[in-house]
Structure formats: structure tokens, C-alpha cells
């Protein structure tokens, strides 16, 4: 059985804000790695920026979204606008692992953190490169958040939209967080591929190359034929199997049930509605599909007819796949949510122990997998991190401090 952590030994340096490069960071640190954070003068930008949980009143409120993201880390404040900043910068990265960075290819260049000048340092560094709009072409430097490079460039909005509709809207960092797993799978390779050749290896991942992985079985047919995905209204569905009904108590419960097989028999005896075996119009997928509407009203009125507990034991006895529509407030309380582990403990030091969002899977084996602390305040670790790791004095910080190099917590 594992013993330690599978990262133990790995530093990070993380040159990056907001919630991509970040959450890939975080990750690493559930996984045992050293992550150093380095924040601008004054902070990460998304301190405080995004919803806020609500405490009672008078209690800390540390920054939940924040927390979640910057879990675990070792966190500076570091001016790398100044020559003194950049050169601190520097001697940093050549006693680390690994440089993550969501900095635009222009202000790597401008900082003399390129990816030659990194190399330059430390030959065999795996450096993780973060964007919007990846690092080869006319629009390396253009600016990106995920609802504009993820779901609208990519074709993720444009596939949810109905002719004619309005386009939908996302739900906060959710093409960050997935473009997230795509950055950390990515450093993962590089380090296995520096344990190999004993080579260093630049790995990237943008939010809008991630996108067309999450929205593949849309584009591969668009790449043959040319024509657009879009969303179909309800009532011309493939079918109502794969629809959503709702229960007499408000609660939604979401099929996804392709029309083969037995199928349409089970649904039908699950919902009470053996009758509807017997209709013609109902009676092949094609009838099914061409009656549609008259089909989503009948089983609207019956599913509706009843609360959401009366028809589960039905569904599950029939082998029904279905699920409820969760909000986020019943997804976590959902008891098979929490089974899966979705959910760990942060203990801090003034909020006390709250929970957060795991990393989005488990290692049997290795128990050192998990949540390692809570996020770094502004310049927490300054001190520690240039006397541990630059040798430098507390009369050299100061002076440095002063000079508004850096900044100390």
C-alpha cells in the first residue's frame, strides 16, 4: 500500500490567477505537491470576486469559491513589473519542478519568463502553459475567459441553442474547471516524460482546444458534413425517453433511456401507463417520435400527477435510467454524492472546518490523497518561502518590501 502522497517531493511555482491554472495546481497539491502561488501585488484579481457563501453574522467569511481553488498552497506577493521581482522570480523557478502559468505570451516575454528563459534555467522543468486561445496562432495574445473561449468560440453555446433561440448561460468556472483537468493530465505526462529522458517538456492547454474534446460528437460530424449541431426543443426530441418530466411535488426527474430493446415496456409499466402498449400511435420508435407531442402531454399529466417518491421505487424496479434534476443545494445533500467522496474538509484557522469540493477522483491506495489545508492569505508565506528556499534575511525582505518587490502577509 501506497504510504505517501504521489506528488511528495514535487515543487510547483504558480504564476497564474483566476480559476484555470489554479484549480490544475490544486489538484497537484491534494496529490502531496509543494505549490507556491505567486499573486501580484495586492492579490489574485478573483479574491473575493465571485458569490459569496452566507455565514452567520460576525463569522469569517473566507472566500469559499477562493478557497476551493487555492487550496493547499504556499501563497507570495511578488511584483514581477520590477527587475528585482523578475529576478527573485527566476531563482525561484530554478529550484522547482514544475512552472505553471496562465501569463499571455507577450507578458512572459516582457517578464524574461518565456519558455527558452525558463529552460535556460533549469533544462528539465515541465512548464504548464494555461490560455484562452492556445499558444499557435493569430490570436495567441487575445484574452480569454471560459464563457467566451470555452463556450461560445468553440461551439458549446451554439450547440445549445435552439433555431431561433437565445444562447444559454454557463454556470460559473465550469470550462475552467474542466480545462483544468486537461492542464494537470498534461504536467502529469511531462513529468512522467522527464522521469524517462531526463528532459524538460512544455505542455499547454486553452480553454478553447478543451472545449472541442467536451463538444467532440458534435464537431467530428460537423467536420464530415458541414452542418450545425443545435438544441432541439422538447417537442421534436429523439424522443421522450431521453426527456425530463415533473413530478406533483415540483421535483424534475431527467430519462435518459434510448429507444431500443425493451425500453419503451419497462418505462411504460414503471409509470402505471400499460395502456399506452396498446396505441397505435405509439406503437414503433418512428410513431413514438412522429406523436411526439401528443406523447410529452400524456406522460406530463401522468408523471405530474404524482410526487417524485411515488414513481422512484417504480423506476428502479422497471431498471429505469433516470436522475433527479439536482440544485446545487439538494446535489450537496444527494447521499450518493457524497459516497463518491465529492466533499472534503478544509480546517481553518479562523472560519474553523468547512467543507469543499474534492478532487474529481480517488486513489484507492494512497489515503495521503486529499485536501491539505486552506488557501493562502495575501504575502502569507513570503518570508518562508525566500528565507527557505533564496537563503534570503530578514533585513533583505524588508528592504525588498520597502522597494515594493515584494509584499509579506
Known amino acids: 500500500m501506497a504510504v505517501t502522497a504521489p506528488l511528495d517531493g514535487i515543487r510547483v511555482i504558480e504564476f497564474a490567477n483566476f480559476a484555470a491554472a489554479p484549480s490544475a495546481t490544486a489538484i497537484m497539491a491534494d496529490l502531496g505537491a509543494e505549490v507556491i502561488k505567486v499573486e501580484a501585488i495586492g492579490g489574485d484579481p478573483i479574491r473575493g470576486l465571485m458569490k459569496q457563501a452566507t455565514v452567520a453574522e460576525g463569522d469569517h467569511n473566507p472566500d469559499h469559491p477562493f478557497q476551493f481553488i487555492n487550496r493547499g498552497k504556499k501563497g507570495i506577493e511578488l511584483n514581477l513589473d520590477s527587475q528585482s521581482g523578475t529576478d527573485i522570480a527566476r531563482r525561484l523557478v530554478a529550484e522547482c519542478d514544475v512552472v505553471v502559468m496562465n501569463l499571455l505570451k507577450e507578458r512572459r516575454q516582457r517578464f524574461g519568463l518565456d519558455t527558452d528563459d525558463l529552460f535556460s534555467i533549469k533544462p528539465d522543468l515541465v ?19 471560459d464563457v467566451t473561449a470555452f463556450f461560445s468560440r468553440s461551439g458549446v453555446f451554439g450547440g445549445g441553442t435552439a433555431p431561433g433561440g437565445s444562447p444559454p448561460h454557463a454556470r460559473p468556472g465550469s470550462g475552467d474547471h474542466t480545462t483544468s483537468l486537461a492542464l494537470f493530465g498534461a504536467v502529469m505526462a511531462g513529468l512522467r516524460s522527464r522521469d524517462v529522458t531526463g528532459e524538460g517538456q512544455v505542455v499547454e492547454a486553452s480553454l478553447l482546444r478543451t472545449a472541442t474534446w467536451t463538444i467532440s460528437l458534435d464537431l467530428v460530424t460537423s467536420l464530415v458534413d458541414g452542418k450545425p449541431a443545435y438544441d432541439r426543443p422538447r417537442e421534436k426530441g429523439l424522443s421522450a425517453m431521453l426527456e425530463a418530466f415533473q413530478a406533483s411535488d415540483g421535483r424534475w426527474l431527467q430519462f435518459a433511456m434510448p429507444d ?3 425500453a419503451w415496456q419497462r418505462f411504460c409499466i414503471a409509470l402505471d401507463r400499460e395502456d399506452l402498449l396498446n396505441r397505435d400511435e405509439f406503437s414503433t420508435g418512428r410513431l413514438r417520435y412522429q406523436n411526439m407531442n401528443e406523447l410529452l402531454s400524456t406522460l406530463d399529466e401522468s408523471i405530474g400527477s404524482k410526487p417524485a417518491d411515488h414513481w422512484i421505487p417504480r423506476l428502479d424496479e422497471h431498471k429505469c435510467i433516470w436522475a433527479p434534476i439536482n440544485d446545487s443545494a439538494s446535489a450537496v445533500q444527494d447521499p450518493q454524492v457524497r459516497a463518491t467522496g465529492a466533499f472534503e474538509t478544509i480546517a481553518h484557522p479562523e472560519a474553523g472546518d468547512f467543507e469543499t469540493v474534492a478532487a474529481p477522483f480517488r486513489m484507492h491506495d494512497s489515503p495521503e490523497v486529499r485536501v491539505k489545508g486552506p488557501a493562502p492569505e495575501k504575502g502569507q508565506h513570503t518570508t518562508e518561502v525566500l528565507q527557505d528556499l533564496l537563503k534570503l534575511s530578514d533585513e533583505e525582505i524588508a528592504e525588498l518590501e520597502s ?4 509584499r509579506r502577509g
Do not use: A, C, K, Q
Not at 522597494?403 to 515584494?406: H, L
Open 260 to 262: 431500443i430493446g425493451d
Open 127 to 145: 512548464i504548464g502553459l494555461l490560455s484562452g486561445y492556445g499558444e499557435v496562432g493569430d490570436e495567441t495574445n487575445r484574452p480569454g475567459y
Open 403 to 406: 522597494d515594493g518587490v515584494v
